[in-house]
């Protein structure tokens, strides 16, 4: 591994599969300088004390837990099932899927509690245990890679308990869901004894652009008389910006506000008196 120098931060990463691309685009978007080629094993920051190596998602858990990095992205699913040690230190908002409990379709088992004496393939076999000891239920847990769906169709489990992102693979095997395990995504995850400094200037970096995606910053003119309705509209972060113009009848309002609601609240703004709305992109929210 190329080091930047000996206090480099040492951060482990997916090598492939749905979390690789969004986690270096995570990188990339908080202002990492960053060249990868897809056989890329290691690469290093040039404007930050950063070394990255890349791994498989499975593995990034122990590669944190055995201290060969300082910090690791990957998903809480596989934290909680090989490294549930470690601390999710930040919630990266993508890889958003959930560990679900599945039947055949025409199986008349409609809780977690039906399947006592049952088998239940996985390829999370430690969760997949914690969830059924936790409700009292003793079932035989049946490790597998790959494939898990798969199993109730060969006679080998009688449920599944599987990664689930769109449902479209249980369907496609006539599998129907019946309880969440856990609920995952995307995280940063580091160790107890890892000091706060090797890893925070990071986390603030990559939050500066979590919080700042699906935002926009908004600005206006508007009648003063008006202000009261508009900061009812858009509160933003911790209130508008509100300045006075040339004609002490009018004034500017600036502020942050969700994408989603754009909209609705255009049409609204209009309506209060607020006219040259301009709507800008932000990159990132530093707090």
């Known amino acids: 591994m190329t080091l930047n120098g000996g206090d480099a931060l040492r951060l482990a990463l ?72 470690l601390r999710a230190v930040l ?6 899927c959930t560990l679900t409990l599945a039947v055949p ?10 399947l006592a004496n049952c088998r239940v393939a996985t390829s999370f076999p430690r969760l997949t245990r914690a969830f059924f000891e936790g409700r009292g239920v003793e079932t ?6 790959g494939a898990v769906e798969v199993t109730p169709q060969l006679g ?5 308990v599987d990664l689930v992102a769109t449902g479209g693979t ?10 969440t395990v856990l609920e995952s995504q995307a995280v940063l995850v580091t160790r107890d004894d890892q000091p706060n400094s090797r890893w925070l200037p990071l986390v603030a970096m990559l939050r500066s652009v979590i919080d700042a995606r699906g935002k926009e910053y ?40 969700e994408r989603a609601t754009l909209w609705r609240l255009i049409p609204e703004l209009k309506a209060a008196g607020a006219r040259d709305i301009l709507v800008v992109p932000i990159e990132k929210v530093v707090r």
């Open 14 to 85: 997916p090598n492939k599969g749905r979390l690789a691309d969004p986690a270096l685009q995570l990188l990339r978007d908080a202002g990492l300088d960053v060249d990868v080629t897809p056989s890329s094993l290691t690469a290093s920051a040039r404007n930050y004390d950063l070394d990255m190596l890349f791994v498989r998602a499975e593995d990034v858990p122990e590669y944190v837990a055995d201290g060969l990095v300082d910090a690791g992205i990957t998903g809480i699913d596989l934290v909680e099932e090989r490294a549930p040690v």
């Open 91 to 96: 919630e990266l908002g993508f890889g958003a």
């Open 105 to 114: 379709r025409g199986s008349s088992v409609r809780a977690p509690e039906e």
């Open 140 to 145: 035989q847990v049946v490790e597998v890679r």
């Open 156 to 160: 080998v489990a009688d449920a599944v």
């Open 170 to 179: 249980l369907r496609l095997n006539g599998l129907r869901p019946i309880a």
């Open 218 to 257: 908004v600005m206006m003119n508007a009648p003063a008389a008006s202000l009261e309705r508009i900061h009812g509209l858009i509160p933003g972060l911790s209130g508008p910006t509100v300045m006075p113009l040339a004609d002490p009848s009018m004034i500017a309002v600036h502020s942050v506000v």
